[in-house]
């Protein structure tokens, strides 16, 4: 649903999105559902007519970014756990702590990215 919406040039209501990739109607609903509240797609209202349509929207790139730094955050925090958790081996804590250096200079990077593709929207 995702892949379709991304390269459909038209708002698609679900019935459309169904039929389009051999799902249920149920089934896409409940696909739509996840992807709008991960703010991947919109749903979008037409005056006179019943159905919803939904889009890709259009801060794609911002969102997805948004919630891979989320996702690696999480990751750098059970790292950071794991940096002073004294049970485990000098050896494993030193993987950790080369891991945790190469991921913040790497989130600094992609957050400075981040933030300069928020300005450009803005401009």
Known sequence: ????????DDDMSLDD???TIGASKASASMNARLLEDKSLVVKISRTGD???????SP???TCTMEQRLARWDRVRAVVGEGLV?????????SR???FDKASEGIREVLEAALKKLRSRGKS
């Not at 649903?1 to 459909?8: D, E, F, N, T, V």
């Not at 019943?50 to 890709?56: G, K, S, V």
Request: net charge positive; no cysteine; proline share 0%.
């Open 59 to 61: 801060e794609l790139f």
């Open 96 to 98: 950790l702590r080369e």
């Open 50 to 56: 019943r159905r919803n349509y939904y889009r890709i």
């Open 1 to 8: 649903m995702y892949a379709l919406l991304l390269i459909s």
């Open 17 to 19: 999105i169904a039929a």
């Open 85 to 93: 958790d004294s049970t485990l081996s000098t050896h494993a804590r």
